[in-house]
């Protein structure tokens, strides 16, 4: 009579494995402090103007320009956002001012 191998997986825990795990914690415990640090990003400086039929609020910190949101007479508010500081604003997914997130190259003095 012939018997057969059982078929469960069997759980190893290799060298690639530990290391792989060891660094999702590590990084998973990282994540508190790199949070309190983003509430530390400086306030930006909010100005509003009537542009035709729409209110164009800027965002800027340290002098620049990183946001505008564009808020229609008709229509859906939405913002424009330049995330590398090359000044081409690009519409974003963001839906309110309380999303919005400081980009470094802004923060610079």
Same mark, same amino acid.
């Given at each position: 009579? /012939?018997?057969?191998? $059982? $078929?469960? &997986? ?11 795990? $060891? ?15 983003? $509430?530390?990003a ?14 164009? /609020?800027?965002? /800027?910190?340290?002098?620049h ?6 808020? &229609? ?10 995330s ?15 999303q ?10």
């Amino acid at each position: 009579m /012939r018997t057969i191998a $059982s $078929s469960a &997986p069997r759980c190893t825990l290799t060298l690639p494995r530990l290391l792989a795990a $060891s660094l999702l914690v590590a990084v998973t415990s990282l994540s508190a402090p790199l949070a309190v640090a983003e $509430s530390d990003a400086p306030k930006p400086q909010v100005t509003s103007r009537q542009q035709d039929d729409r209110t164009l /609020r800027e965002y /800027r910190v340290n002098g620049h320009l990183f946001a505008i949101e564009v808020i &229609p007479r008709e229509g859906a508010p939405f913002f424009l956002l330049d995330s590398d500081g090359n000044g081409n604003f690009i519409k974003s997914g963001v839906k309110d001012a309380g999303q919005l997130q400081v980009p470094g190259w802004a923060r610079k003095k």
